[in-house]
């Protein structure tokens, strides 16, 4: 035979729940929600003060400004403490080569970070530009829709982001990228990739790639605002993003990159 406590009759239940709600409404009148529930963007906790619903953010890039002195690629790994391997970039510079007869080749070796090698055949040469890569940070991000978990996700404020405490390090979202600017940490084993400099853009600074650019090939700053570098450089320059036909929505906008981009 076991023990079993009495069942408490339905009506007594009632009477007990009825009379204990009001000190339970008071309770969670006191707490606020998002401490209990989240509200899917905890990286505001560092400024409380910062308001992302207040913001939607951008980048610009100049391509005939740019002038592959790769400082920006350097800045970006000091900053985020990016791994120094010439493997691991949240940002890099590419070369474009076109030669007389129409081929373009395109290279970057160290993400542009020591500079570029001099080209073979200058004769053969039609053209050369350099073009600066990072996340572009879509509107309609691939990666946010496979991740497992959760991790990958849209803030507020228009930055895709990574919680690396929820991250598996599956790399669905490096395969989903169709720009190719995601990479696993080799220690942390998490998906890493540019975030605009997030802890940088809440206390009012620009990302490290922006500030640290000798020709200002980069522009940064709110996309709704008609004061805004990033609005006079859409206002100005004639702009395109990278594959468009994916309509992923990019929100890293290029002038004066040519088909040749991608």
Not at 60 to 85: F, L, M, Q, S
Not at 90 to 106: F, H, L, M
Not at 188 to 205: E, P
Request: net charge positive; charged share 25%.
């Amino acid at each position: 035979m076991t023990d079993q406590a009495p069942k408490m009759p339905r009506r007594d239940f009632l009477d007990t729940a009825v009379r204990k709600l009001p000190a339970w409404l008071l309770v969670f009148k006191l707490i606020n929600p998002a401490e209990l529930l989240g509200d899917g963007d905890s990286t505001d906790v560092g400024n409380p003060k910062y308001d992302p619903t207040q913001h939607d953010y951008a980048m610009g890039v100049a391509v005939h400004k740019c002038i592959g002195c790769g400082r920006c690629a350097d800045a970006c790994k000091t900053e985020n403490d990016v791994p120094r391997e010439p493997i691991y970039f949240r940002t890099w510079v590419e070369r474009y080569i076109t030669s007389t007869k129409g081929e373009t080749q395109v290279d970057s070796p160290n993400g542009g970070i020591d500079g570029f090698p001099q080209a073979h055949k200058e004769a053969d040469i039609l053209r050369t530009f350099f073009v600066p890569k990072l996340c572009n940070h879509c509107s309609k991000p691939p990666c946010v829709q496979v991740c497992p978990v959760g991790a990958t996700f849209q803030s507020r404020d228009g930055v895709v982001l990574v919680d690396e405490t929820y991250c598996v390090g599956c790399r669905y979202c490096i395969q989903a990228c169709p720009y190719g600017a995601r990479y696993l940490h080799p220690k942390k084993k998490v998906a890493d990739k540019c975030t605009f400099c997030y802890h940088r853009i809440m206390k009012g600074q620009v990302p490290a790639c922006v500030e640290v650019c000798p020709t200002q090939a980069r522009v940064f700053g709110e996309a709704g605002q008609q004061s805004s570098p990033l609005r006079r450089f859409l206002r100005f320059n004639d702009v395109t993003v990278l594959k468009s036909w994916l309509n992923t929505k990019p929100k890293v906008y290029y002038a004066g990159a040519d088909g040749e981009v991608r």
